[in-house]
C-alpha cells in the first residue's frame, strides 16, 4: 500500500512554546523534583529551552526551585517541583454510605480529609454538599490562613450514570430521587469555580492508577465492593468508559440463564447477591427464620444492629450461617470477575470499597476469590488484590481529576509513558 508524507502547518512560536511548555510541566508534575538537565535529557529538549521554559513557569507561579540534588561531586543542580500552594482542589466521593472529602493542593498532597453526612435518596443531597464544602474551606480560612481565591476547583464522585456534557444525572439506581439533578451547575453556580462530576467507581479507579496498586500498570480493573458493586477500567493507561460512557456497570451482571429478566428495582442482579450490604440483609433474613447464629449475640439479640462487619466477625469465630453467606458473596463475585478477565485480560485486579474494611478479609474472601478463578481458566491470571487506599480511592481519585483537568487547559500536551528516556 502506498504512504503519503503527512502535511502539517508550520507551528508559531507560540504554540511551539506552549508545546515545550505543557511537555516539561507535566513531566515535572509526573517526576518531581527533578533537575533542569534531567530534563533536558530525559526529553530531548536544549538546556537552553527547558531553563527558559521553566524561569517563565516560576514567574507564572506553577513550579519552584526546591533542595539542590545530592550529587559525588561538582556544581549540585536546583530541584524543580510543582508550587503545591498555588491553589486547592476538593475531591468529593458520594459512592460510600457517608459523604467523603478530601481538600488537597495542586500537587496532589492531601490538607484534609473526613467523612459527612450518611447518603441518603433525597434531593436534597447538593444542599448538603454545599454545607460541607463552605465547613471545609472556613475551617481553613480562619485556622490555616487559605485564601478564599485558592479555592480552584471541586470534583464529585456519583453512583449514577452521568451524562459527561451537561453533567446531569442520567440513572442512579441506588438513589433514584437524584435522576434529572445537575451537580455540576448547581455547584459552578455557588462557588464560580470549575465543577468536574464522573462516576464515582471510575474515579477509585483513577485512585488506584495515581496513588495505589494500579501505579505500575498500564491495564487493571478497579472492583468496587460496598452498597454497590462496579468496576472502573484502565486500558492503556486511559479511563475507559465506552461508548455510551457505562462500561464497568458489572453490578447488573446476570448469573445464570434462569435468571435472565431479572428486574432491576434499587439494584443490578450481582449487587442484589453479592454487595457488602446485601449479605447484611440475607442474615437478617435468615435469623428471622429461626436460623441459630452467634451473630445475635455480637448484636445482643437487636438484629437492627446487624452490619457487615458484625458477619465478618461471626466468621472469624467460626459461625456456620456467617461463612455459608460469605462463600455465597464470594461465589456470585468470582463468576463475574472470571468473566472480566476473559474479557479484557487486565494485568491486575483491584478489590476496593466498603469490603477492605471488613475482619479477615484476605482469607475469607480474597483467597476463596483467588482459589475460585485459578481452578476456572486455563491460561495466566492477573494478579488480584485488595486496594492499599481502602475506601479512599474514590475520593484520591476525585482530587487528583480535580488538579488534572485544572491543568489540562493550559498544558494539554504530555508525552506518553515510556516515550521519554
Same mark, same amino acid.
Request: hydrophobic fraction near 40%; include cysteine.
Given at each position: 500500500?502506498?504512504?503519503?508524507?503527512?502535511?502539517?502547518?508550520? +507551528?508559531?512560536?507560540?504554540?511551539?512554546?506552549?508545546?515545550?511548555?505543557?511537555?516539561?510541566?507535566?513531566?515535572?508534575?509526573?517526576?518531581?523534583?527533578?533537575?533542569?538537565?534531567?530534563?533536558?535529557?530525559?526529553?530531548?529538549?536544549?538546556?537552553?529551552?527547558?531553563?527558559?521554559?521553566?524561569?517563565?513557569?516560576?514567574?507564572?507561579?506553577?513550579?519552584?526551585?526546591?533542595?539542590?540534588?545530592?550529587?559525588?561531586?561538582?556544581?549540585?543542580?536546583?530541584?524543580?517541583?510543582?508550587?503545591?500552594?498555588?491553589?486547592?482542589?476538593?475531591?468529593?466521593?458520594?459512592?460510600?454510605?457517608?459523604?467523603?472529602?478530601?481538600?488537597?493542593?495542586?500537587?496532589?498532597?492531601?490538607?484534609?480529609?473526613?467523612?459527612?453526612?450518611?447518603?441518603?435518596?433525597?434531593?436534597?443531597?447538593?444542599?448538603?454538599?454545599?454545607?460541607?464544602?463552605?465547613?471545609?474551606?472556613?475551617?481553613?480560612?480562619?485556622?490555616?490562613?487559605?485564601?478564599?481565591?485558592?479555592?480552584?476547583?471541586?470534583?464529585?464522585?456519583?453512583?449514577?450514570?452521568? #451524562?459527561?456534557?451537561?453533567?446531569?444525572?442520567?440513572?442512579?439506581?441506588?438513589?433514584?430521587?437524584?435522576?434529572?439533578?445537575?451537580?455540576?451547575?448547581?455547584?459552578?453556580?455557588?462557588?464560580?469555580?470549575?465543577?468536574?462530576?464522573?462516576?464515582?467507581?471510575?474515579?477509585?479507579?483513577?485512585?488506584?492508577?495515581?496513588?495505589?496498586?494500579?501505579? #505500575?500498570?498500564?491495564?487493571?480493573?478497579?472492583?468496587?465492593?460496598?452498597?454497590?458493586?462496579?468496576?472502573?477500567?484502565?486500558?492503556?493507561?486511559?479511563?475507559?468508559?465506552?461508548?455510551?460512557?457505562?462500561?464497568?456497570?458489572?453490578?447488573?451482571?446476570?448469573?445464570?440463564?434462569?435468571?435472565?429478566?431479572?428486574?432491576?428495582?434499587?439494584?443490578?442482579?450481582?449487587?442484589?447477591?453479592?454487595?457488602?450490604?446485601?449479605?447484611?440483609?440475607? +442474615?437478617?433474613?435468615?435469623?428471622?427464620?429461626?436460623?441459630?447464629?452467634?451473630?445475635?449475640?455480637?448484636?445482643?439479640?437487636?438484629?437492627?444492629?446487624?452490619?457487615?462487619?458484625?458477619?465478618?466477625? +461471626?466468621?472469624?469465630?467460626? #459461625?456456620?450461617?456467617?461463612?455459608?453467606?460469605?462463600?455465597?458473596?464470594?461465589?456470585?463475585?468470582?463468576?463475574?470477575?472470571?468473566?472480566?478477565?476473559?474479557?479484557?485480560?487486565?494485568?491486575?485486579?483491584?478489590?476496593?470499597?466498603?469490603?477492605?474494611?471488613?475482619?479477615?478479609?484476605?482469607?475469607?474472601?480474597?483467597?476463596?476469590?483467588?482459589?475460585?478463578?485459578?481452578?476456572?481458566?486455563?491460561?495466566?491470571?492477573?494478579?488480584?488484590?485488595?486496594?492499599?487506599?481502602?475506601?479512599?480511592?474514590?475520593?484520591?481519585?476525585?482530587?487528583?481529576?480535580?488538579?488534572?483537568?485544572?491543568?489540562?487547559?493550559?498544558?494539554?500536551?504530555?508525552?506518553?509513558?515510556?516515550?521519554?528516556?
Amino acid at each position: 500500500m502506498e504512504k503519503f508524507p503527512k502535511y502539517l502547518k508550520i +507551528a508559531s512560536s507560540e504554540l511551539q512554546y506552549q508545546i515545550n511548555s505543557s511537555i516539561i510541566f507535566n513531566y515535572i508534575r509526573d517526576n518531581g523534583p527533578i533537575s533542569r538537565i534531567k530534563i533536558s535529557n530525559d526529553l530531548k529538549i536544549s538546556p537552553s529551552a527547558v531553563s527558559r521554559t521553566i524561569d517563565k513557569l516560576m514567574v507564572e507561579r506553577y513550579v519552584i526551585e526546591t533542595e539542590k540534588m545530592k550529587t559525588k561531586g561538582g556544581k549540585r543542580p536546583m530541584l524543580i517541583k510543582i508550587k503545591q500552594d498555588k491553589g486547592y482542589v476538593m475531591g468529593i466521593d458520594l459512592g460510600k454510605e457517608k459523604l467523603k472529602l478530601v481538600l488537597a493542593n495542586l500537587s496532589g498532597e492531601v490538607i484534609d480529609i473526613y467523612r459527612g453526612f450518611k447518603i441518603l435518596n433525597d434531593t436534597n443531597i447538593v444542599d448538603k454538599i454545599i454545607d460541607e464544602i463552605r465547613k471545609t474551606l472556613i475551617k481553613h480560612q480562619q485556622y490555616y490562613g487559605m485564601e478564599k481565591n485558592e479555592f480552584k476547583a471541586v470534583c464529585v464522585g456519583i453512583p449514577a450514570d452521568i #451524562d459527561m456534557e451537561s453533567g446531569k444525572i442520567i440513572s442512579a439506581p441506588l438513589y433514584k430521587k437524584w435522576k434529572n439533578l445537575n451537580f455540576k451547575d448547581i455547584l459552578r453556580s455557588e462557588f464560580s469555580i470549575p465543577v468536574y462530576i464522573e462516576n464515582d467507581v471510575n474515579l477509585s479507579a483513577m485512585g488506584e492508577k495515581h496513588y495505589g496498586k494500579g501505579i #505500575d500498570f498500564k491495564d487493571f480493573i478497579f472492583i468496587e465492593i460496598s452498597n454497590g458493586i462496579g468496576a472502573g477500567i484502565i486500558n492503556n493507561n486511559q479511563l475507559f468508559r465506552g461508548s455510551f460512557g457505562s462500561a464497568g456497570e458489572i453490578g447488573f451482571t446476570i448469573i445464570g440463564i434462569e435468571n435472565l429478566g431479572f428486574e432491576v428495582k434499587d439494584k443490578g442482579f450481582l449487587e442484589e447477591f453479592a454487595s457488602v450490604q446485601s449479605i447484611k440483609q440475607k +442474615a437478617i433474613k435468615e435469623i428471622e427464620n429461626g436460623r441459630k447464629s452467634i451473630i445475635t449475640e455480637i448484636v445482643k439479640n437487636d438484629i437492627k444492629k446487624i452490619e457487615p462487619y458484625t458477619i465478618f466477625e +461471626a466468621a472469624v469465630k467460626g #459461625d456456620k450461617l456467617a461463612n455459608s453467606i460469605i462463600n455465597g458473596m464470594v461465589s456470585f463475585l468470582s463468576v463475574g470477575i472470571i468473566n472480566l478477565i476473559l474479557i479484557l485480560n487486565p494485568q491486575i485486579i483491584i478489590l476496593g470499597g466498603d469490603i477492605c474494611g471488613l475482619p479477615d478479609v484476605d482469607k475469607l474472601f480474597l483467597e476463596p476469590i483467588k482459589e475460585k478463578i485459578k481452578s476456572s481458566i486455563p491460561f495466566k491470571i492477573p494478579e488480584i488484590e485488595l486496594s492499599s487506599l481502602g475506601e479512599d480511592a474514590g475520593v484520591l481519585g476525585a482530587s487528583f481529576y480535580a488538579i488534572d483537568s485544572l491543568f489540562i487547559d493550559k498544558f494539554p500536551y504530555k508525552i506518553e509513558e515510556g516515550e521519554a528516556s
